[in-house]
Protein backbone atom coordinates (compact mmCIF):
# COMPACT_ATOMS: atom_id res chain seq x y z
CA UNK A 1 0.00 0.00 0.00
CA UNK A 2 3.03 2.00 0.34
CA UNK A 3 4.92 1.88 -2.77
CA UNK A 4 8.19 4.26 -3.97
CA UNK A 5 9.73 4.42 -7.09
CA UNK A 6 13.28 3.45 -7.49
CA UNK A 7 16.15 5.39 -5.08
CA UNK A 8 12.93 6.78 -2.90
CA UNK A 9 12.39 3.79 -0.77
CA UNK A 10 12.66 5.36 2.64
CA UNK A 11 9.41 4.44 4.01
CA UNK A 12 9.77 1.02 2.48
CA UNK A 13 13.62 0.57 3.90
CA UNK A 14 12.17 1.44 7.23
CA UNK A 15 9.42 -0.92 7.32
CA UNK A 16 11.46 -3.67 6.40
CA UNK A 17 14.20 -2.67 9.35
CA UNK A 18 11.65 -2.10 11.51
CA UNK A 19 10.64 -5.87 11.41
CA UNK A 20 14.21 -7.20 11.42
CA UNK A 21 14.69 -5.13 14.53
CA UNK A 22 11.78 -7.37 16.06
CA UNK A 23 13.34 -10.48 14.68
CA UNK A 24 16.96 -9.03 16.24
CA UNK A 25 18.55 -9.54 12.97
CA UNK A 26 21.46 -6.67 12.99
CA UNK A 27 21.94 -4.80 9.48
CA UNK A 28 24.07 -2.38 7.64
CA UNK A 29 23.25 -0.31 4.63
CA UNK A 30 24.63 0.23 1.49
CA UNK A 31 25.98 3.99 1.06
CA UNK A 32 24.63 5.96 -1.90
CA UNK A 33 21.29 3.81 -2.35
CA UNK A 34 18.37 2.36 -0.30
CA UNK A 35 19.72 -0.98 -0.35
CA UNK A 36 20.62 -2.79 3.22
CA UNK A 37 21.43 -5.99 4.21
CA UNK A 38 20.63 -8.08 7.16
CA UNK A 39 22.86 -11.19 8.65
CA UNK A 40 22.27 -14.10 10.12
CA UNK A 41 24.91 -15.78 11.83
CA UNK A 42 25.00 -19.58 12.60
CA UNK A 43 26.29 -21.16 15.43
CA UNK A 44 30.06 -21.87 14.00
CA UNK A 45 31.57 -20.27 10.88
CA UNK A 46 31.19 -22.41 7.90
CA UNK A 47 29.17 -21.55 3.94
CA UNK A 48 27.68 -18.49 3.38
CA UNK A 49 24.50 -17.58 1.42
CA UNK A 50 22.88 -14.72 0.28
CA UNK A 51 19.26 -14.35 -0.23
CA UNK A 52 18.17 -10.95 -2.42
CA UNK A 53 14.77 -9.10 -2.90
CA UNK A 54 14.31 -6.41 -4.42
CA UNK A 55 11.95 -3.48 -3.68
CA UNK A 56 11.31 -0.63 -5.41
CA UNK A 57 7.93 0.17 -7.60
CA UNK A 58 6.57 1.42 -10.88
CA UNK A 59 5.31 5.18 -11.61
CA UNK A 60 2.12 3.44 -12.92
CA UNK A 61 -1.43 4.25 -11.49
CA UNK A 62 -3.17 0.88 -9.98
CA UNK A 63 -6.74 0.48 -11.22
CA UNK A 64 -7.40 -2.67 -8.64
CA UNK A 65 -10.63 -2.56 -6.25
CA UNK A 66 -8.44 -4.26 -3.29
CA UNK A 67 -8.32 -3.20 0.32
CA UNK A 68 -4.54 -3.60 -0.01
CA UNK A 69 -4.41 -1.27 -3.46
CA UNK A 70 -1.82 1.49 -3.35
CA UNK A 71 -2.03 4.80 -1.11
CA UNK A 72 0.24 6.72 -3.27
CA UNK A 73 -1.05 8.52 -6.56
CA UNK A 74 0.87 7.19 -9.50
CA UNK A 75 2.90 4.69 -8.13
CA UNK A 76 2.01 0.85 -7.44
CA UNK A 77 3.99 -2.61 -6.94
CA UNK A 78 3.31 -3.65 -10.84
CA UNK A 79 6.10 -5.86 -10.45
CA UNK A 80 5.79 -7.63 -7.69
CA UNK A 81 8.72 -6.38 -5.50
CA UNK A 82 6.46 -5.94 -2.21
CA UNK A 83 5.77 -9.60 -2.38
CA UNK A 84 9.89 -10.31 -2.59
CA UNK A 85 10.40 -8.37 0.38
CA UNK A 86 7.74 -10.02 2.55
CA UNK A 87 9.01 -13.41 1.23
CA UNK A 88 12.52 -12.66 2.68
CA UNK A 89 11.26 -11.31 5.53
CA UNK A 90 9.41 -14.55 6.44
CA UNK A 91 12.19 -16.63 5.00
CA UNK A 92 14.42 -14.28 7.77
CA UNK A 93 11.68 -14.92 11.16
CA UNK A 94 12.09 -18.71 10.02
CA UNK A 95 16.01 -18.71 9.62
CA UNK A 96 16.73 -16.40 12.52
CA UNK A 97 14.40 -18.66 14.71
CA UNK A 98 16.80 -21.59 13.68
CA UNK A 99 20.09 -19.89 13.58
CA UNK A 100 21.33 -21.58 16.89
CA UNK A 101 20.90 -24.93 14.54
CA UNK A 102 22.97 -24.33 11.69
CA UNK A 103 26.24 -22.99 10.40
CA UNK A 104 27.89 -20.35 8.52
CA UNK A 105 25.97 -16.97 7.92
CA UNK A 106 22.98 -15.91 5.53
CA UNK A 107 22.95 -12.50 4.23
CA UNK A 108 19.35 -11.01 3.67
CA UNK A 109 19.88 -8.69 0.84
CA UNK A 110 17.44 -5.97 0.02
CA UNK A 111 17.56 -4.09 -3.17
CA UNK A 112 16.55 -0.66 -4.37
CA UNK A 113 16.45 0.79 -7.86
CA UNK A 114 16.33 -2.62 -9.74
CA UNK A 115 13.52 -1.19 -12.10
CA UNK A 116 15.96 0.71 -13.43
CA UNK A 117 19.04 -1.05 -13.37
CA UNK A 118 20.51 0.16 -10.14
CA UNK A 119 21.03 -1.32 -6.45
CA UNK A 120 22.98 -4.42 -7.71
CA UNK A 121 26.14 -3.58 -7.89
CA UNK A 122 26.26 -1.57 -4.43
CA UNK A 123 24.98 -5.02 -2.90
CA UNK A 124 27.69 -7.03 -4.40
CA UNK A 125 30.84 -4.71 -3.47
CA UNK A 126 29.24 -4.97 0.22
CA UNK A 127 29.63 -9.27 -0.08
CA UNK A 128 32.49 -8.75 -1.61
CA UNK A 129 34.13 -6.40 1.17
CA UNK A 130 32.52 -9.45 3.33
CA UNK A 131 34.81 -12.13 1.73
CA UNK A 132 31.99 -12.71 -1.16
CA UNK A 133 29.23 -15.48 -0.89
CA UNK A 134 29.01 -19.09 -1.83
CA UNK A 135 25.68 -19.16 -3.01
CA UNK A 136 23.33 -16.43 -4.13
CA UNK A 137 19.47 -17.57 -4.78
CA UNK A 138 15.85 -15.01 -5.11
CA UNK A 139 12.64 -15.30 -6.63
CA UNK A 140 10.39 -13.71 -8.49
CA UNK A 141 6.82 -13.70 -8.81
CA UNK A 142 5.31 -14.37 -11.85
CA UNK A 143 1.86 -13.41 -12.67
CA UNK A 144 1.20 -15.58 -16.25
CA UNK A 145 2.49 -18.35 -13.90
CA UNK A 146 0.13 -20.56 -12.55
CA UNK A 147 -0.02 -20.63 -8.35
CA UNK A 148 1.32 -23.65 -7.10
CA UNK A 149 4.17 -24.02 -9.70
CA UNK A 150 7.69 -22.60 -9.77
CA UNK A 151 10.20 -22.39 -12.67
CA UNK A 152 13.81 -23.35 -12.34
CA UNK A 153 15.55 -23.47 -15.54
CA UNK A 154 19.50 -24.43 -16.00
CA UNK A 155 21.23 -21.44 -18.38
CA UNK A 156 19.60 -18.58 -19.97
CA UNK A 157 16.46 -17.59 -17.63
CA UNK A 158 15.91 -13.58 -18.55
CA UNK A 159 17.16 -11.84 -21.66
CA UNK A 160 20.34 -9.04 -20.92
CA UNK A 161 18.84 -5.50 -22.09
CA UNK A 162 20.73 -2.46 -23.22
CA UNK A 163 19.02 0.63 -24.02
CA UNK A 164 19.69 2.31 -27.97
CA UNK A 165 19.01 6.60 -28.01
CA UNK A 166 19.20 7.57 -31.95
CA UNK A 167 19.65 11.08 -33.20
CA UNK A 168 19.01 11.99 -36.78
CA UNK A 169 19.90 14.95 -38.28
CA UNK A 170 18.74 16.87 -41.30
CA UNK A 171 18.32 19.75 -42.22
CA UNK A 172 14.12 21.36 -41.88
CA UNK A 173 12.15 22.60 -44.47
CA UNK A 174 8.56 23.07 -46.26
CA UNK A 175 6.78 19.65 -46.43
CA UNK A 176 5.94 20.70 -50.00
CA UNK A 177 9.58 20.97 -50.99
CA UNK A 178 11.22 17.95 -49.38
CA UNK A 179 13.85 18.21 -52.12
CA UNK A 180 15.41 21.22 -50.61
CA UNK A 181 16.02 19.72 -47.57
CA UNK A 182 17.00 16.89 -45.76
CA UNK A 183 14.15 15.08 -44.20
CA UNK A 184 15.28 13.10 -40.79
CA UNK A 185 11.67 11.55 -40.86
CA UNK A 186 12.07 9.52 -43.84
CA UNK A 187 15.79 8.38 -42.86
CA UNK A 188 14.50 7.55 -39.24
CA UNK A 189 11.64 5.29 -40.42
CA UNK A 190 14.02 4.13 -42.87
CA UNK A 191 16.31 3.01 -39.91
CA UNK A 192 13.52 1.66 -37.41
CA UNK A 193 12.81 -0.71 -40.18
CA UNK A 194 16.45 -1.83 -40.94
CA UNK A 195 17.03 -2.26 -37.56
CA UNK A 196 14.11 -4.74 -37.06
CA UNK A 197 15.32 -6.83 -39.51
CA UNK A 198 19.55 -7.22 -37.42
CA UNK A 199 17.50 -10.47 -35.26
CA UNK A 200 17.31 -12.39 -38.38
CA UNK A 201 19.55 -11.32 -41.05
CA UNK A 202 22.58 -10.15 -38.88
CA UNK A 203 22.45 -11.45 -35.59
CA UNK A 204 23.33 -15.20 -34.09
CA UNK A 205 19.44 -16.64 -35.16
CA UNK A 206 19.89 -19.57 -32.46
CA UNK A 207 19.81 -16.70 -29.99
CA UNK A 208 16.36 -15.14 -29.08
CA UNK A 209 16.48 -11.37 -29.85
CA UNK A 210 14.74 -8.71 -30.10
CA UNK A 211 15.73 -4.62 -31.39
CA UNK A 212 12.76 -2.32 -31.26
CA UNK A 213 12.23 1.52 -31.11
CA UNK A 214 9.43 2.22 -28.69
CA UNK A 215 9.94 6.22 -28.98
CA UNK A 216 9.75 8.30 -32.19
CA UNK A 217 9.96 11.74 -31.28
CA UNK A 218 10.28 14.80 -34.01
CA UNK A 219 8.22 17.56 -35.74
CA UNK A 220 5.81 20.17 -34.61
CA UNK A 221 3.20 20.58 -37.70
CA UNK A 222 2.79 18.28 -40.52
CA UNK A 223 3.67 20.58 -43.23
CA UNK A 224 7.11 21.07 -41.55
CA UNK A 225 9.61 18.84 -41.78
CA UNK A 226 11.84 18.97 -38.95
CA UNK A 227 15.57 19.39 -38.15
CA UNK A 228 15.90 16.39 -35.88
CA UNK A 229 14.06 12.97 -34.80
CA UNK A 230 14.84 11.37 -31.89
CA UNK A 231 14.71 7.74 -31.44
CA UNK A 232 14.60 5.54 -27.92
CA UNK A 233 14.70 1.41 -27.73
CA UNK A 234 16.90 -1.27 -27.13
CA UNK A 235 17.47 -4.60 -27.80
CA UNK A 236 16.92 -8.02 -25.42
CA UNK A 237 19.47 -11.10 -25.96
CA UNK A 238 19.88 -14.45 -24.25
CA UNK A 239 23.97 -14.65 -25.13
CA UNK A 240 26.38 -13.09 -22.50
CA UNK A 241 27.93 -10.05 -24.75
CA UNK A 242 25.37 -10.41 -27.12
CA UNK A 243 24.13 -6.60 -27.22
CA UNK A 244 28.06 -5.26 -28.05
CA UNK A 245 26.84 -6.94 -31.78
CA UNK A 246 23.85 -6.05 -31.81
CA UNK A 247 24.87 -2.34 -31.57
CA UNK A 248 27.85 -3.00 -33.98
CA UNK A 249 25.09 -3.78 -36.52
CA UNK A 250 22.90 -0.99 -35.67
CA UNK A 251 25.65 1.35 -35.63
CA UNK A 252 26.63 0.22 -39.42
CA UNK A 253 22.89 0.05 -40.71
CA UNK A 254 22.83 3.56 -39.22
CA UNK A 255 25.79 4.78 -41.38
CA UNK A 256 24.53 3.15 -44.80
CA UNK A 257 21.22 4.90 -43.91
CA UNK A 258 22.76 8.15 -43.13
CA UNK A 259 24.42 8.43 -46.77
CA UNK A 260 21.15 7.22 -48.68
CA UNK A 261 18.88 10.20 -47.22
CA UNK A 262 22.17 12.82 -46.54
CA UNK A 263 21.63 13.41 -42.48
CA UNK A 264 23.90 12.42 -39.73
CA UNK A 265 22.87 9.89 -37.62
CA UNK A 266 24.71 9.60 -33.87
CA UNK A 267 23.81 5.90 -31.75
CA UNK A 268 24.67 6.09 -28.27
CA UNK A 269 23.96 3.52 -25.39
CA UNK A 270 23.67 5.59 -22.44
CA UNK A 271 21.88 3.18 -20.07
CA UNK A 272 22.75 0.33 -18.25
CA UNK A 273 23.88 -3.09 -20.24
CA UNK A 274 22.69 -5.60 -17.77
CA UNK A 275 23.88 -9.08 -19.17
CA UNK A 276 21.14 -12.12 -19.38
CA UNK A 277 19.96 -13.84 -16.11
CA UNK A 278 22.14 -17.27 -16.53
CA UNK A 279 21.12 -19.94 -13.48
CA UNK A 280 23.92 -22.31 -12.68
CA UNK A 281 23.18 -25.82 -13.59
CA UNK A 282 24.36 -27.20 -9.78
CA UNK A 283 22.08 -24.41 -8.31
CA UNK A 284 19.34 -25.51 -10.14
CA UNK A 285 19.47 -29.49 -9.71
CA UNK A 286 20.08 -28.72 -5.63
CA UNK A 287 16.84 -26.38 -5.98
CA UNK A 288 14.30 -28.70 -8.23
CA UNK A 289 14.82 -31.36 -5.75
CA UNK A 290 13.89 -29.34 -2.45
CA UNK A 291 10.22 -28.46 -4.16
CA UNK A 292 9.01 -31.65 -3.21
CA UNK A 293 9.55 -31.02 0.77
CA UNK A 294 6.54 -27.61 -0.08
CA UNK A 295 3.65 -28.56 0.61
CA UNK A 296 1.37 -27.51 -2.84
CA UNK A 297 4.49 -26.67 -5.11
CA UNK A 298 5.52 -28.32 -8.22
CA UNK A 299 8.44 -27.53 -10.87
CA UNK A 300 6.84 -26.47 -14.17
CA UNK A 301 8.96 -27.82 -16.48
CA UNK A 302 7.38 -26.30 -20.01
CA UNK A 303 7.88 -22.65 -19.32
CA UNK A 304 9.49 -21.08 -21.75
CA UNK A 305 12.66 -18.36 -20.56
CA UNK A 306 11.21 -14.53 -19.70
CA UNK A 307 11.94 -12.13 -22.29
CA UNK A 308 11.97 -9.13 -19.75
CA UNK A 309 15.51 -8.74 -17.88
CA UNK A 310 16.95 -8.05 -14.27
CA UNK A 311 19.69 -6.45 -12.63
CA UNK A 312 20.04 -9.55 -10.27
CA UNK A 313 21.84 -11.24 -12.96
CA UNK A 314 25.21 -9.44 -12.07
CA UNK A 315 24.79 -11.55 -8.69
CA UNK A 316 24.98 -14.71 -11.34
CA UNK A 317 28.12 -13.51 -13.34
CA UNK A 318 29.77 -13.62 -9.75
CA UNK A 319 28.48 -16.13 -7.38
CA UNK A 320 26.43 -19.36 -8.19
CA UNK A 321 22.63 -19.91 -7.81
CA UNK A 322 19.67 -19.14 -9.49
CA UNK A 323 16.58 -16.86 -10.17
CA UNK A 324 13.33 -19.38 -9.70
CA UNK A 325 9.94 -17.50 -11.02
CA UNK A 326 7.07 -18.33 -8.58
CA UNK A 327 3.75 -19.02 -10.45
CA UNK A 328 1.28 -16.08 -8.63
CA UNK A 329 -1.77 -16.16 -11.14
CA UNK A 330 -4.90 -17.30 -10.13
CA UNK A 331 -7.73 -17.20 -12.78
CA UNK A 332 -10.69 -18.41 -10.51
CA UNK A 333 -9.68 -15.06 -8.44
CA UNK A 334 -9.11 -12.71 -11.86
CA UNK A 335 -5.48 -12.77 -11.11
CA UNK A 336 -4.38 -12.73 -14.55
CA UNK A 337 -2.63 -9.10 -15.48
CA UNK A 338 1.05 -9.28 -16.58
CA UNK A 339 3.29 -7.89 -14.75
CA UNK A 340 3.68 -4.06 -15.20
CA UNK A 341 -0.34 -3.46 -15.74
CA UNK A 342 -2.24 -1.37 -13.32
CA UNK A 343 -4.19 -4.31 -12.33
CA UNK A 344 -1.26 -6.61 -11.74
CA UNK A 345 -1.84 -8.79 -8.97
CA UNK A 346 -0.96 -11.57 -6.89
CA UNK A 347 -2.27 -14.58 -5.33
CA UNK A 348 -0.76 -13.79 -1.97
CA UNK A 349 -1.04 -17.80 -1.13
CA UNK A 350 2.21 -18.48 -2.96
CA UNK A 351 4.01 -15.89 -0.41
CA UNK A 352 4.17 -19.03 1.85
CA UNK A 353 5.30 -21.60 -0.75
CA UNK A 354 8.17 -18.81 -1.85
CA UNK A 355 9.29 -18.36 1.68
CA UNK A 356 9.41 -22.20 3.08
CA UNK A 357 11.42 -22.90 -0.30
CA UNK A 358 13.89 -20.30 -0.17
CA UNK A 359 14.13 -21.58 3.53
CA UNK A 360 14.60 -24.65 2.61
CA UNK A 361 17.61 -24.30 0.44
CA UNK A 362 19.60 -22.34 2.66
CA UNK A 363 19.40 -24.59 5.40
CA UNK A 364 20.00 -27.08 3.12
CA UNK A 365 23.36 -25.65 1.44
CA UNK A 366 24.43 -25.04 5.14
CA UNK A 367 23.80 -28.08 5.76
CA UNK A 368 20.67 -28.36 7.45
CA UNK A 369 17.76 -29.54 6.77
CA UNK A 370 13.94 -28.86 7.98
Not at 78 to 83: E, K, L, T
Not at 112 to 120: F, L, N
Request: net charge negative; charged share 25%; proline share 4%.
Amino acid sequence: MHPEVSYQEVWTSSRIQEELGRMDIPFESIEGTRSFVGIIEGINPGRTIALRADMDALPVQEENDVPYKSCIDGVMHACGHDAHVAMLLGAAKVLSELRSSFEGKIFLCFQSAEEIAGGAVELINYLESKGGVDQVIALHVWSSIKAGTIMLRDGPTMAGARGIEICVKGRGGHASRPDLAKDPIKAACELVLKMSSIPSNFYDVLDHSVVYIGKFQGGTMGNVLPHKVVLSGGCRFFKIGGSDEIVRHVRRIAEGVARIYDVDIEVETPRANVPPVVNHRRSVERARELVAQVEGLTVDDTLPPVCASDNYSFFLLKYPGFYGFLGAMNEDKGIVWEQHNNRFDIDETVLRKGYEFMCGYALDFLGQKM
